[in-house]
């Protein structure tokens, strides 16, 4: 039975562990996942890191941090890193992961949230293509947001300085 809940502090270990595995082999990874998570939660801007726990053991992650854009929107954040243990995934895990955590996110009354990753797999969260809403140095089209308001914003978006970091 898989348990999704709030990272404690002695999951550290573990989510990195995780996280370092599911990105081990993927094609679009930097290597610095780990690293980025690490980072953002010593600043003080894992808005959400939940865990998946199966029996005891951490399979799977999801973070959440804030964003800015320039247009000056407040209240928006990015999804991700996700991380799910190769031998749990295909199992439904990330996809409960990510629906807590937005429901989380929407409930501390975020006004929206964006991700950079598979169309294909993000659209069923309700993420879609914004035109005008664009992250500098990548695909336009592995750009997506989810507005949880009634205003969508508009601009360059900026992930927090976490996402510089390396392993």
């Given amino acids: ?3 999704l809940r709030s990272e404690h502090a002695g999951d550290i270990a573990a989510i990195a562990g995780l996280t370092q595995a599911a990105f081990a082999n993927a094609p679009h990874s930097s290597g ?4 980025i998570v690490d980072a953002l939660r010593a600043a003080g801007a894992l808005t959400v890191s939940l865990l998946a726990d199966v ?7 999801v973070a959440i941090s804030p964003v800015s ?4 929107s407040h209240g928006w954040y990015g999804l991700g890193p996700v991380s799910v243990l190769p031998v749990y995934q295909g199992r439904g895990i ?4 990510i629906n807590q955590a937005l429901a989380q ?5 975020a006004a929206g949230c964006v991700v950079l990753g598979e169309p294909g797999y993000y659209q069923r969260f309700g993420f879609t293509k ?6 500098p140095g ?15 914003a508009q601009g360059t978006v900026a992930y927090h300085p976490g996402f510089a970091a390396t392993g």
């Fill in 69 to 72: 854009i320039s247009d000056g």
């Fill in 130 to 135: 914004v035109p005008g809403l664009q992250l």
């Fill in 55 to 61: 029996e005891g053991q951490v399979v799977g992650h």
């Fill in 32 to 35: 610095s996942e780990s690293a």
């Fill in 1 to 3: 039975m898989t348990t």
């Fill in 105 to 109: 996110l929407q409930a501390k009354g």
């Fill in 138 to 152: 990548v695909p336009a089209h592995y750009f997506q947001a989810r507005c949880f308001g009634s205003a969508m």
């Fill in 94 to 97: 990330g996809t409960g992961l």
